[in-house]
């Protein structure tokens, strides 16, 4: 029993070393961000000859939207946009950077199980602005009620590093006429409040059956 724990033990040190040591990148938010497009831009409504029509979304802040109305006049209404706004640590959800994850993939080239262990990942809040952007309220109605069924009462996204994500739709507001520029119709903006439950993830390690400890290539490896 002793060997087994100075080996966990030494395990974790070796581990925890290579973690602070390390310059590796998960590009957590903008796999979040990639994802969230994505499903945005499934939504539809339906024309005044019940035509269906597919929506746009983009990637930007309101500033940036009403920019480009302004500077494209063919643009064709209804569009939705979205943009991160802010991130936190949620204390609540974190673990001790001591804290060791352990889990089981299978090797997709030797289609063998492998061990893999890295620290717990760093729990985060963000949040992101979605918005809605019409000429009518009969399309912004529409919608609408695809986004909030999209939420039941969560949105699950799915990334390389976690299946597990959730997302949650917060408040909404409605905004009146909005003036892009002289000779324009106005639009309407609807604006719904999204917040992600996100994890940063720690570099993870392959442990060998001889307790060599070797880095961890997700290209190549699939959960178990």
């Not at 499934?42 to 930007?60: A, R």
């Not at 991160?84 to 063998?112: A, C, G, H, W």
Request: with cysteine; aromatic share 8%; hydrophobic share 35%.
């Amino acid at each position: 029993m002793d060997a087994y724990n100075n080996f966990v033990s030494d395990t974790k040190m070796e581990i925890l070393k290579r973690s602070q040591g390390s310059n590796s990148i998960t590009h957590v938010y903008k796999d979040i961000l990639k994802y969230l497009i994505s499903s945005f831009s499934n939504l539809v409504h339906l024309d005044d000859e019940g035509k269906v029509i597919k929506i746009p979304c983009w990637h930007g802040s309101a500033e940036r939207v009403i920019a480009k109305l302004k500077q494209e006049a063919n643009i064709i209404l209804p569009v939705i946009s979205i943009y991160r706004e802010t991130e936190s640590l949620d204390q609540n959800r974190l673990r001790p950077d001591s804290t060791m994850i352990f889990e089981k993939y299978i090797d997709k080239v030797s289609n063998r199980a492998v061990r893999v262990a890295s620290l717990a990942p760093a729990a985060v809040n963000i949040t992101y602005k979605l918005s809605i952007w019409s000429k009518y309220q009969e399309d912004m109605d529409q919608i609408s009620e695809q986004i909030r069924r999209s939420f039941n009462p969560q949105l699950l996204i799915e990334t390389r590093h976690s299946n597990q994500t959730n997302a949650y739709l917060g408040d909404e507001e409605n905004q009146g006429d909005i003036k892009i520029s002289d000779g324009q119709d106005r639009v309407i903006r609807r604006i719904f409040s999204i917040s992600v439950e996100g994890y940063i993830s720690n570099p993870k390690f392959v442990i060998t059956n001889t307790g060599k400890i070797e880095s961890f290539n997700n290209e190549i490896h699939i959960p178990a």
